[in-house]
């Protein structure tokens, strides 16, 4: 016997629906996809056919990290029709997990338009190709990376990549061969050869993983580069390759500017269901999480796991912590991570930056002194020291110990006579402690004239201009400095002030305003007597 719903039944349904659906919008809004995740898959229950709800169930399945879910939704999304590249990806993902390359082939061909994610399916193809391939234990996998290698446009990576793939098949001879014949010409390709380097040496290949180490130009001089400092691991699998193939265009999306963050993550997710212990892939998701706001997510990647994390992931967990508002236990965790040796100097950047911001000057000047004695004599070396020196000047400075600070500033300038951010500093400081007015304007308008569209040396020229009685000069540089950085509460207090001096109360009180929205404590005390009293020599901007 058929029982129909009764009208009150189905307006509770009607009304339990819209506040799943309320609910799932809001808990998007906020950036909690495990939350909104929750909601959809209510909803579904109720509005299964609701358009639009297996592709937002997706998204947010992938954005929490939930393989289960975004693999249902996908094959829903598929088997409808709805063919569309993150689907496609992670039925990929699913296929290669149960190593069914029969069903891992048939994903791979089973988009036939050619809109939307083609352009950034054409980028995996070859490789997952050749990766499916030798799970199927085919011949020649390698045959897509080197057709994809045109001689017109050759591709290092992709000639690296096959020579990963046929260690992978056994061909140690051949992948030998074919490594010592490429030429690295770019950051994607160095980043390839560490681990086909690591891989040959897993292979018993120590002699041809050095030959290649040689040429990796980018893991010379201590390896600045974050992802080189992540530890070489061999690449040994399908899964393998084609998670440490994501994670290097996970981390190339995100280096990608104006770029969405949906996409790097999407990669990077691919890559951590496929193989989760690979430090790179690991790295990689963890940039793609905090790009898109989740960073309580990208801290967990960091915690509590069984293995001690590499120096440049604890580093990067030190900064997570800083952002997030614990900076002495940032600072106190980086400065452990910095002291290893042999020193790594992008590490000690790092720590000097997080001590910094944690107020800890002692900490920030052990950083520069660890950072100074790793200091050679080249161009390169030389613009650091100068860098170094304005930053100790710096710490000094909010000590007020300008005597200790000028011999630091003036040591930078003659580094760096040339370096107009030096030039901008050493002037500035002295300026607004009004120290020999003459060089100091002199040297703020050395460094406008070779950056004179730089926000923050127009605002100092403009500044030096109203501090030295030429206000009428000083207005036109302050109001194309405030252009250039309009939530730059120093510089919109500047323009506050020469507009006051020059007649021009009404426009004064207006940017004051607009300044105190954004100002500081001690800042937003002068706004406020300035905007009761007018500007007075105590209220003026320091």
Request: glycine share 6%; no cysteine; proline share 5%.
């Amino acid at each position: 016997m058929l029982i129909l719903a009764s009208p009150a039944s189905a307006a509770d349904d009607n009304s339990a629906a819209l506040n799943a659906l309320v609910k799932a919008r809001l808990a998007e809004e906020a950036g909690e996809p495990e939350a909104a995740l929750s909601a959809l898959a209510t909803l579904a229950s109720y509005s299964p056919a609701l358009p639009g709800l297996r592709g937002r169930i997706l998204e947010q399945a992938i954005e929490a990290g939930d393989l289960t879910a975004a693999r249902s939704a996908a094959a829903q999304l598929w088997q409808g029709g709805d063919r569309r590249f993150d689907a496609q990806l992670v039925l990929l993902v699913d296929a290669i997990r149960r190593a069914d390359w029969k069903d891992a082939q048939a994903y791979m061909g089973g988009r036939a338009d050619k809109t939307g994610g083609d352009a950034i399916s054409r980028l995996i193809q070859p490789t997952l190709n050749a990766w499916i391939d030798v799970g199927a234990r085919a011949k020649t996998p390698e045959r897509h990376l080197l057709a994809a290698n045109v001689r017109l446009r050759p591709e290092p990576a992709l000639a690296l990549e096959a020579a990963l793939v046929q260690l992978a098949a056994g061909r140690t001879a051949d992948a030998v061969a074919l490594a010592d014949g490429v030429t690295l010409t770019d950051r994607t390709s160095q980043l390839v050869a560490l681990r086909v380097a690591a891989t040959l040496d897993k292979a018993g290949e120590g002699a041809a993983a050095e030959r290649l180490r040689g040429r990796i130009a980018l893991a010379s001089g201590g390896r600045e580069d974050p992802m080189l400092l992540v530890p070489d691991q061999p690449v040994s699998s399908p899964r393998g390759g084609i998670a440490h193939w994501m994670a290097l265009l996970a981390d190339g999306f995100a280096r990608t500017p104006n770029s969405s963050p949906k996409v790097p993550l999407l990669f990077a997710r691919a890559a951590y269901w496929l193989d989760d212990s690979d430090w790179t892939v690991r790295s990689a998701l963890v940039e793609a999480l905090d790009r898109n706001e989740q960073r309580r997510n990208a801290m967990a990647l960091l915690e509590g796991g069984r293995r001690a994390l590499p120096p440049v992931l604890d580093m990067r967990r030190a900064e997570l912590m800083a952002d997030a508002g614990d900076l002495a236990g940032a600072a106190k965790l980086a400065e452990a991570v910095a002291v290893q040796e042999p020193p790594v100097r992008s590490l000690l950047v790092r720590f000097a930056d997080i001590a910094r911001r944690s107020g800890d000057p002692k900490a920030a000047g052990r950083a520069y002194a660890r950072l100074e004695a790793t200091l050679g004599t080249g161009e390169d070396d030389s613009a650091l020291r100068g860098t170094l020196l304005i930053a100790r000047a710096e710490l000094l400075l909010q000590s007020d110990a300008w005597d200790d600070a000028e011999p630091l500033l003036e040591k930078a300038v003659a580094l760096r006579p040339d370096d107009a951010a030096v030039l901008n500093f050493a002037g500035y400081s002295a300026l607004e402690r009004r120290k020999d007015v003459k060089t100091s304007l002199a040297r703020i308008e050395a460094a406008w004239n070779q950056e004179p569209q730089n926000a923050s040396i127009t605002d100092s020229l403009g500044w030096a201009y109203f501090l030295t009685g030429r206000v009428e000069e000083a207005v036109p540089l302050l109001e194309k400095a405030q252009r250039g950085e309009p939530e730059n509460p120093v510089i919109v207090e500047h323009l506050g002030d020469a507009y006051w001096k020059v007649g021009r109360k009404f426009q004064a009180r207006y940017v004051w305003r607009a300044a105190a929205l954004l100002a500081e404590p001690e800042m937003a005390t002068r706004l406020e007597a300035k905007l009761r009293d007018g500007l007075t020599p105590a209220t003026t901007a320091p």
